[in-house]
């Protein structure tokens, strides 16, 4: 995502020519120092263990995953099931053409108070990986600790995003990496959805056999984002892609310090309440998108019941169309005869 060689033709409006020479030649330095420090991936679903902090909203329970397997391709799978057999789970991540792993998921399914609480994460990282497996340990973590996350999801989400944002920021200020991340991620409460985006990493739903977006990827050519970039005195310009400043290819991210004034990590979340009409949910990084449109990700993935089989076709398809990015995939399906029993029995 990162374009080295157009470093130097990065436009930001500092005053005169020399301060954009020597602001080039540092993010130049500090974004090879970034690269140079990538760590490995690490591939675990890692469930929230809750010892009753008083900071939590509500009592948890955690329902742990059914399995999970690295295969000898190199493929990481798993899947799991709601303790209510509402909706059971499928994932599948593989490095693919890149020397490296960046990309990170995760994967909570909780009860507060009573009430079922599903989240999904993709979280691919650029720059190295260190934002993105930043974002699998606090993210959701930081969302359920909120006070108001039962009461106004959706408000608790932006905050929460903008806030663990600045916490990495934070926690990076003595390093030389420059790491940064998309997120786009999924959180149920009973049967209220809200996907919240930032990056180029894609949320899409299959309702009746139709593939919806509730996502629009930030990609610097985009009406609105080439404005609020251009509007805060940076640039966007063509170097093989549309990137910001010559550099980054998407307007919104988490990191990516040098870019912040630019490159902001406010979502935009759209809601969706599930009802019958609504097959499954499917999270993934571009390396799925860029090679997989949408209505062929939908039709794919229902060719398969169980979602671990649909996530893993997906990331083979991506890899065998010739994606080369890491490919990371979820599956969220609905069991809507398993909520109607469950209410029954309320």
Known sequence: MLCNASLRSIGVRVGNIGQIRDFGRNLNLQLRNSLSLSRDFRSTLRMMVDNGSNSEPGAVVDVLPEKEKVDDGGYVNGGLKSEDGRLSCGYSSFRGKRATMEDCYDVKMSKIDGQ????FGIFDG???????EYLKEHLFENLLKHPQFMTDTKSAISEIYKKTDMDFLDSERNTYRDDGSTASTAVLVGNQLYVANVGDSRAVISKEGLAIPLSDDHKPNRTDERKRIESAGG????AGTWRVGGVLAMSRAFGNRLLKQFVV???EIQ??????EFEFLL???DGLWDVVPNEDAVSLASTEED?????RKLTETAFSRGSA???TCIVVRFHHDKAETHSAQD
Not at 271 to 276: P, V
């Open 116 to 119: 079922t609480v599903c989240m």
């Open 126 to 132: 650029h720059g190295g990986s260190r934002a993105a």
């Open 235 to 238: 640039v966007v310009m063509w």
């Open 265 to 267: 990590a406010e979502p």
């Open 271 to 276: 809601e969706q309440k599930i009802d019958s």
């Open 283 to 285: 999270l993934a990084s």
């Open 307 to 311: 979602p671990e089989a649909a996530a």
């Open 325 to 327: 990015d890491n490919i």
